[in-house]
């Protein structure tokens, strides 16, 4: 069989298709060097803007948490949770007790379905030396395997709560579209039994690799809640001393614009960059990860490379799988449906805000709501916009490391330190082109 | 002559055993088409609408499935001893043009490659990965359609729109070439 390009009207031309991907997010990275230093390090995002802060408006909640889910294939659970628990804090609505594990029990499933897709094939090819997913899958087949089972058990989670894999579709302001039976919950068991063997192992392979030594100090920023590991609620704490209520986001933090993306980038309000994801919240959350996360972070000496280190951002994932995939099993073992699948709720106007934690961290929303509960302003901040910054900042430290090197060495090094942060444009970059301009 | 039993009789209640003797049976699927994309994200559907004409078109053991992005697990699921079709949106052709390669020409277009999506990966890399994992390669056809606009909400641009027609019979005429390729193996088999 040959390739074939078919014109509209039917004449037939052969062509090469070098760009044949997804196309929900595309980036560079422009690297300005002026003798031998770099003066800009520039993730350039040009995939055009969603406008979602203003599809939303004139929504109710209940509408709005089916739409923020589209926002991504990867975590719409995230962008599910920060918009249902800002509509019932403004609402006052409170939840079953079942419902509040639930919810803890889904988000566990995008937490893993999505640590293990990036362990697995996107990070763990560079770290153990092969150039592609498919290298690693040829030589370490039963290791692709065991990453793609892991994966699977955090699908297995989303499709039961959730509905479906991928965009959810039954979380609802005051719990769920239905009550979800003990029997549809135990029926995970099985999976996440395996999934914990497969975690001790993810745990075990991480910890024998050794990325490419990068140490910088980064302004660290994650949820931190009195009595669990962050997911769902939670006060915003970093490593120099912040702690504000998550409804304050923006007091300390702002959005700008910058020339070379479309994406907005965030800032402390002092103007710094921060980093948010799995390696701030081990650092900053340390001691409420479940006693196997805990244990295994502590065994392998994993603290202080998680915190410094971005290329070992890999550990924090497989430290937050170990977390999740417990986690989950003590939730499914301990779950007692509702008698009702929601508690009623009546709208009203306010202000309906909220930050969860997502894979690649702190998600913020905050909706203006008019006397009938519908949405008359939106602010959506995603992690990736917070990150870019701080991803700018270490590819600039980063960079003058590598400089001597071939220029294919260095695109790889870079590419291979921007997805440590497992950037997501819109969410996500598809493919990086490096470009280095020397001006001297 | 009679034929006289020498065993008794045995009387049963009328039940379902707890287990049932499976018969090995032919694989019912021969190709399944999967088509990506989201419907509501403008270009980025026309595989899910063009799947969708073509709903009657084929005879039963053509099984389409809509799996919005191509996961490794969509092409570990397809039987043993049946191919696949993957119909997308791509970028990388002119808009409305179509794209037709064969699973067998992806890896060497990616050779070389590093992930490069932090969402998921490439199809070519799907495809391999999910080959090797499989243990033989996987017949089938990727199907595309050159996309523009992607927005949440916005209709088929009018060169994906002018395409649609072309597209539909390009991914039928590929579905056909898969299902004969597979009959044929399965008669060398």
């Not at chain 1, 078919?6 to 060097?33: Q, Y």
């Not at chain 2, 809509?66 to 808009?95: F, H, K, M, R």
């Amino acid at each position: 069989m040959h390739d074939t390009v078919i014109a509209p009207g039917g004449a037939d031309l052969d062509v090469d298709v070098r760009n044949l991907t997804r196309v929900e997010g595309e980036g560079s990275l422009h690297l300005r060097v002026s003798d031998g230093a770099v003066e800009s390090a520039h993730l350039e995002i040009f995939e055009a803007p969603r406008y979602f802060e203003r599809l939303v408006v004139g929504r109710s909640m209940d509408e709005v948490i089916d739409i923020v889910a589209r926002i991504c294939g990867i975590c719409p659970v995230a962008y599910q949770m920060t918009a249902v628990h800002a509509a019932e804090a403004a609402f006052g609505v409170t939840v079953d007790p079942a419902t509040v594990a639930l919810r803890r029990l889904l988000y566990c499933g995008e937490w893993i379905e999505s640590h293990a897709l990036h362990i697995y094939l996107l990070h763990l090819p560079d770290l153990l030396g092969y150039p592609s997913a498919i290298d690693l899958a040829q030589h370490a087949r039963a290791t692709v395997e065991g990453g793609l089972r892991l994966k699977r058990a955090g699908n297995a989670i989303v499709a039961r709560i959730g509905g479906r894999a991928i965009h959810p579709v039954s979380v609802r302001v005051g719990g769920f579209s239905r009550v979800i039976r003990r029997d549809e919950i135990a029926s995970l068991r099985a999976d996440l039994a395996e999934a914990l063997d497969l975690v001790e192992a993810t745990i075990e392979l991480v910890a024998s690799l050794q990325p490419p030594v990068f140490r910088r100090e980064a302004r660290l920023v994650a949820l931190r809640a009195p009595d669990e590991y962050p997911m769902n609620h939670g006060r915003i704490v970093s490593n120099d001393g912040l702690d504000i209520a998550a409804v304050d986001w923006e007091s300390m933090f702002e959005e700008r614009q910058v020339p070379w993306s479309n994406a907005l980038q965030a800032f402390g309000r002092d103007g710094r960059p921060y980093l948010l994801g799995p390696s701030s919240r081990v650092t900053l959350d340390a001691d409420l990860l479940h006693p196997r996360a805990a244990a295994a972070l502590v065994r392998h000496d994993l603290a202080d490379r998680i915190a410094n280190e971005p290329n070992w951002s890999i550990a924090a994932r497989a430290i937050e799988l170990v977390h999740a995939v417990a986690e989950a099993i003590d939730i499914v073992e301990g779950y007692e449906p509702p008698t009702v699948g929601g508690v009623p709720w009546t709208p009203r106007e306010g202000i309906a805000s909220w930050a969860t934690e997502a894979p690649r961290g702190l998600l913020f929303q905050r909706f203006g709501l008019d006397a009938d509960g519908r949405v008359v302003d939106a602010r959506i901040v995603p992690p990736t916009s917070q990150n870019q910054a701080a991803i700018e900042a270490d590819l600039a430290l980063f960079a003058p490391t590598v400089l001597d090197r071939p220029h294919a060495e260095i695109t790889h090094l870079l590419e291979q330190l921007i997805r440590s942060y497992d950037p997501c444009i819109s969410c996500a970059t598809h493919f990086l082109d490096l470009q280095v301009e020397e001006t001297s | 002559m009679t034929a006289v039993l020498d065993v008794p009789p045995v009387v049963r209640r009328p039940e379902v055993p707890d287990t049932l003797e499976v018969i090995p049976s032919v694989p019912t699927t021969l190709v399944e088409m999967l088509a990506c994309g989201a419907p509501d994200r403008g270009d980025d559907g026309a595989g899910v609408i063009a799947v969708g004409r073509l709903a009657d078109a084929f005879p039963d053991d053509v099984r389409t499935r809509i799996v919005g992005q191509l996961d490794i697990d969509d092409l570990l699921s397809v039987p043993a001893g049946a191919g696949a079709v993957v119909v997308d949106t791509v970028v990388g052709v002119d808009p409305g043009w179509i794209v037709e390669i064969p699973f067998s020409g992806l890896a060497g277009r990616d050779a070389g490659i590093r992930p490069r999506s932090s969402h998921a990966l490439s199809i070519p890399e799907t495809v391999a990965v999910a080959s090797i994992i499989r243990g033989r390669p996987l017949p089938g056809i990727v199907v595309a359609i050159g996309g523009v606009d992607f927005g949440l909400g916005e209709a088929l641009s009018w060169p994906v729109a002018a395409g649609m027609d072309a597209f539909a019979l390009a991914i039928a005429d590929a579905v056909r070439r898969v299902r004969r390729l597979v009959q044929d193996a399965a008669r060398r088999d």
